[in-house]
């Protein structure tokens, strides 16, 4: 089997919003199906994909390693990590299609048959960051079929907030969506770094009585001490992590036991192999991992391989509410019900590419 071509794919989603897919041709018929990070394109280096991609040419898609380590995934830039990333998807779809076998059963086997998601709220309140505005659609997505909704209510405002008084807005936010989906649905939020230790302390005290799911991300990254403090005077498990990439990027953070939640992202990370090899670091000091992704159906699809196959899994992520056709951008259809998505048993990834449906989002490179 050797490889014969490389297409891209992007499709528009909505303002500021596109997903690009990578698919590997082989000439025997076989083609692997993988998602770039939106960065990679948003940035203008599709064109640094592209020949990334024309490099595997000629070459056998099966020997996914040896593939990988040709890129010298360590001196890549982040924009050559998140390329090679989208690849890497691919070629694992690939090896998988080969041995007639889904990804998960490559990687140990499935742990389960369905895989716990929430719906990320937070790209579909874009213009109208209103309590009543999350509100409405942490509701909806609820009656779509989800039992977990995360928003980020603290978008709007500065860095480096202080204090609860601060992020009073996103409080109120908070309150509202919890008031419109009940006790019984889990409310996550991600904090996108904005606040000091002090005030991430004072928010998450002042969010106490709500019984969140997490607090994600209340600090800049790197904050390892002052994610300690906030983990031992936090009510709720601290999660993050989303842009580290590779093994060694996570490797502080994980001796340092600086977060609850393990976070890692398979379009950044550094693909399948990464976000496996780091989930297992990460339960080897007792923390679960939940990957990273609002992003397209394929890297929900190649996250829930990965999961499927890792005991430590706690809930996935999944954008919602971005575009009506997201479901039947790819066969079979994705389908949540009661929070969860069924781990596909097919070959590869599971799902491909209804072209129908690519070529009338199209953008044109």
């Given at each position: 089997m050797r490889i014969e071509s490389v297409e891209f794919h992007t499709v528009h989603v909505a303002p500021h919003v596109d997903w690009t897919f990578a698919q590997v041709h082989t000439d025997d018929g076989l083609s692997g199906l993988g998602e770039l990070n939106p960065s990679v394109r948003r940035s203008?280096?599709?064109?640094?994909?592209?020949?990334?991609?024309?490099?595997?040419?000629?070459?056998?898609?099966?020997?996914?390693?040896?593939?990988?380590e040709s890129f010298r995934p360590a001196e890549l830039d982040a924009a050559g990590v998140r390329a090679l990333s989208g690849l890497e998807q691919a070629l694992w779809d690939l090896l998988a299609k080969s041995l007639q076998a889904p990804v998960h059963a490559l990687l140990g086997g499935a742990c389960r048959q369905?895989?716990?998601?929430?719906?990320?709220?937070?790209?579909?309140?874009?213009?109208?960051r209103s309590p009543e505005a999350f509100a409405r659609h942490a509701a909806a997505a609820v009656r779509g079929g989800h039992d977990a909704v995360k928003l980020a209510p603290f978008d709007h405002l500065p860095s480096a907030l202080d204090?609860?008084?601060?992020?009073?807005?996103?409080?109120?936010?908070?309150?509202?969506?919890?008031?419109?989906?009940?006790?019984?649905?889990?409310?996550?939020?991600?904090?996108?770094?904005?606040?000091?230790?002090?005030?991430?302390?004072?928010?998450?005290?002042?969010?106490?009585?709500l019984h969140l799911f997490w607090f994600e991300e209340p600090l800049p990254q790197d904050d390892y001490d002052g994610y300690r403090q906030v983990q031992a005077g936090c009510r709720m498990p601290v999660a993050g992590g989303e842009s580290r990439a590779l093994r060694r990027g996570w490797w502080e953070v994980l001796e340092r036991r600086a977060l609850d939640v393990a976070m890692p992202d398979v379009t950044i990370v550094g693909g399948i192999s990464e976000l496996h090899q780091v989930a297992a670091m990460a339960a080897a000091r007792g923390i679960p991992t939940s990957p990273h992704g609002p992003f397209g159906?394929?890297?929900?699809?190649?996250?829930?391989?990965?999961?499927?196959?890792?005991?430590?899994?706690?809930?996935?992520?999944?954008?919602?509410?971005?575009?009506?056709?997201?479901?039947?951008?790819?066969?079979?259809?994705?389908?949540?019900?009661?929070?969860?998505?069924?781990?596909?048993?097919?070959?590869?990834?599971?799902?491909?590419?209804?072209?129908?449906?690519?070529?009338?989002?199209?953008?044109?490179?």
């Open positions: 203008g280096r599709l064109p640094l994909a592209r020949e990334m991609a024309g490099s595997l040419v000629g070459r056998d898609p099966r020997r996914v390693r040896q593939l990988v369905e895989i716990h998601v929430y719906a990320n709220i937070n790209r579909a309140t874009r213009g109208d204090s609860a008084g601060a992020g009073r807005e996103g409080i109120e936010c908070l309150r509202a969506v919890r008031d419109a989906v009940g006790p019984e649905v889990g409310v996550l939020v991600d904090c996108h770094s904005r606040f000091t230790t002090k005030g991430a302390l004072e928010v998450a005290e002042a969010l106490g009585d159906p394929v890297v929900t699809a190649a996250s829930a391989q990965v999961m499927a196959a890792h005991p430590e899994f706690l809930i996935l992520e999944y954008a919602w509410g971005e575009a009506p056709w997201r479901e039947v951008l790819i066969q079979p259809a994705e389908r949540v019900v009661g929070g969860r998505l069924s781990v596909a048993d097919a070959p590869g990834l599971g799902v491909e590419l209804d072209m129908g449906v690519v070529d009338a989002h199209r953008l044109r490179d």
